[in-house]
């Protein structure tokens, strides 16, 4: 019997966890920063020189500018299909055998995603991150993406027709 799964280390999922953590403490951290600079800074500002407050409305516009770019910067990520080949090897092994059934966690019909939506499927991705949909399988694949990864994948795979897969 071939092997149908990409092997995939429970060291490796936690690894994923490790750096999504470490870069949400990152985040907490600038935002506390940004915070605490637009509370300190202005109230040092005004009690020390009243001059001083020209150069309170620059900060306060650098700090909207950074806020702007943030913002820029968690915009929609775009997927590219071209990159995806080298991230759907754990995909590849359930859902592009045609009538293909799982039987973990229960026995069920395996679908085929090629030529679905790449909206369906990201949302269907993020889901299984989030915890929204159940399959442990599928959760673990998942959490081990990024957004970029997971747009790459569902760009890939909404330009494939339904039945010619790899």
Request: charged content about 20%; aromatic content about 10%.
């Amino acid at each position: 019997m071939p092997e149908r799964y990409t092997t995939l280390r429970p060291d490796d999922v936690d690894w994923w966890h490790f750096i999504r953590l470490e870069s949400m403490i990152i985040s907490v951290k600038v935002n506390f920063y940004a915070v605490a600079v637009l509370i300190v800074v202005p109230a040092v500002l005004l009690f020390t020189d009243v001059n001083l407050v020209l150069t309170m409305k620059k900060i306060y516009a650098v700090l909207v500018l950074a806020g702007l770019a943030n913002v820029a910067a968690a915009a929609d990520v775009v997927g590219d299909p071209k990159a995806a080949p080298a991230k759907i090897e754990m995909c590849v092994g359930c859902h592009a055998i045609p009538g293909y059934k799982a039987t973990f966690p229960e026995v069920f019909q395996v679908p085929m995603i090629g030529g679905q939506s790449a909206k369906y499927i990201e949302n269907a991705l993020k889901a299984y991150q989030k915890g929204e949909r159940k399959h442990p399988s599928m959760k673990g694949i998942a959490v081990s993406l990024s957004d970029q990864d997971i747009a790459d994948i569902a760009a890939y795979y909404s330009q494939q027709s339904k039945t010619a897969q790899k």
